[in-house]
């Protein structure tokens, strides 16, 4: 009888030594989890501190440009009320000329370089008319002859005239170079 008590008090001591290495083993690694969340809100932590950084090295940059270009301003409206008029035109004229030098510091930094809409759209009618202009001169046929005839031609009196020849609107496109659902869209339009 003390043998078997004996046997079950062994069992159970190395049952509660293996519950103890397993429930150390949860701890071990629920604490090396809580080390890597800590790790990880520190990197966060600096990565944002930096981020707040940045930005305030950038409104301090750009406070600074504001202030240098605001300063020439005063300093030119300063000088328009003490000075006489030739000396508030080329007060005005050598402001006007600060701020072109401080634009085209800021316009070196960026390299980027915007246009606006109207310039591009003259430049690229200029670049269609002077690509007509400039076309081959080739000996007059009857087919550069009807070629120039329809040069001459809006698109859509060109589309009604090909139509009218009882062509499809897949080969008015491929003729005219233009896209198909744009030719069916004109045909649409005129009907």
Avoid: W
Avoid at 162 to 176: C, F, N, R, W
Wanted: hydrophobic share 35%; proline share 3%; charged share 25%.
């Amino acid at each position: 009888m003390t043998t078997i008590l004996i046997a079950v008090l062994f069992f159970l001591q190395l049952l509660s030594f293996y519950f103890l290495i397993i429930l150390n083993t949860k701890l071990a690694k629920f604490k090396e989890l809580e080390k890597k969340q800590e790790r990880l809100m520190r990197e966060m932590d600096d990565t944002i501190s930096m981020y707040l950084t940045e930005m305030k090295d950038e409104n301090d940059r750009f406070i600074q440009e504001l202030q240098n270009v605001s300063q020439p301003a005063l300093a030119s409206t300063s000088i328009q009320h003490t000075a006489p008029v030739m000396e508030q035109k080329h007060s005005s004229l050598s402001t006007v000329q600060q701020k072109k030098e401080d634009s085209s510091t800021t316009l070196e930094a960026d390299t980027r370089v915007y246009v606006p809409k109207n310039i591009v759209a003259n430049a690229y009618s200029r670049q269609q008319q002077a690509s007509a202009n400039n076309s081959p001169v080739v000996p007059t046929t009857t087919a550069n002859h009807e070629q120039k005839k329809e040069q001459t031609l809006t698109l859509e009196q060109q589309v009604l005239e090909l139509m009218k020849q009882g062509k499809t609107s897949e080969e008015i496109a491929k003729q005219l170079q233009k896209g198909k659902t744009e030719i069916e869209l004109l045909l649409k339009f005129q009907h």
